[in-house]
T-cell receptor, first 114, second 113 residues
Framework: AQKVTQAQTEISVVEKEDVTLDCVYE???????LFWYKQPPSGELVFLIRRNSFDEQNEISGRYSWNFQKSTSSFNFTITASQVVDSAVYFC???????????FGTGTRLTIIP | NAGVTQTPKFQVLKTGQSMTLQCAQDMNHEYMSWYRQDPGMGLRLIHY???????DQGEVPNGYNVSRSTTEDFPLRLLSAAPSQTSVYFC????????????FGDGTRLSIL
């Protein structure tokens, strides 16, 4: 069975600080995909990134960066110079190749204090 | 394009009532799914469909029915609402090509009294 663990339930940081959200996953599949979604206070789910298990390159998109390490089964998300608009619940999710079903973590609520 | 549209946005039911949550997408996506979101539990898959006429159960299917008569629509039916079904429900869709990112609707907040 697949499992995604987001051990940080809630994080608060002061604006402009960097923050890392942890994601640890379990799967028996050799080919799989990892995702991050953002859920702002308005409630919708916004796709941030998709990564396949063959690509361990770190990715950077503006202030966002992702660190994928198969050796530790982790897919961590870092926000640099955080802003109030980053306040949201962030979900990490996992799916297998050829199977669209997503297994979500329980989410991390991030609060950026102005 | 409207993307994934869910109706209604809010609903209050009494225990034992039935209702249908509607979900429609205009992106010609083969895959559609329903999740429920409960505090501290993330999103859990209820039912999913990989194409018209094909549906299957997810992690928490009990008390819910689905059908997929067209590519565009994937309604979720509560047969006899129970307080434990109070939740926020999300519909999602995607192409069936190497786990493409799923597009989510805005959610339906359902309260069962």
């Amino acid at each position: 069975a697949q499992k995604v663990t987001q051990a940080q339930t809630e994080i608060s940081v002061v604006e402009k600080e960097d923050v890392t959200l942890d994601c640890v996953y379990e799967t028996r599949d050799t080919t799989y995909y990892l995702f991050w979604y953002k859920q702002p206070p308005s409630g919708e789910l916004v796709f941030l990134i998709r990564r396949n298990s063959f690509d361990e390159q770190n990715e950077i998109s503006g202030r966002y960066s992702w660190n994928f390490q198969k050796s530790t089964s982790s897919f961590n998300f870092t926000i640099t110079a955080s802003q109030v608009v980053d306040s949201a619940v962030y979900f990490c999710a996992l799916s297998s190749f050829g199977n669209e079903k997503l297994t979500f973590g329980t989410g991390t609520r991030l609060t950026i204090i102005p | 394009n409207a993307g994934v549209t869910q109706t209604p946005k809010f609903q209050v039911l009494k225990t034992g009532q039935s209702m249908t949550l509607q979900c429609a997408q205009d992106m010609n996506h083969e895959y559609m799914s329903w999740y429920r979101q409960d505090p501290g539990m993330g999103l859990r898959l209820i039912h999913y469909s990989v194409g018209a006429g094909i549906t299957d159960q997810g992690e928490v299917p009990n008390g819910y029915n689905v059908s997929r008569s067209t590519t565009e629509d994937f309604p979720l039916r509560l047969l006899s609402a129970a307080p434990s079904q109070t939740s926020v429900y999300f519909c999602a869709s995607s192409l069936v090509q190497g786990s493409q990112p799923q597009h989510f609707g805005d959610g339906t907040r359902l309260s069962i009294l």
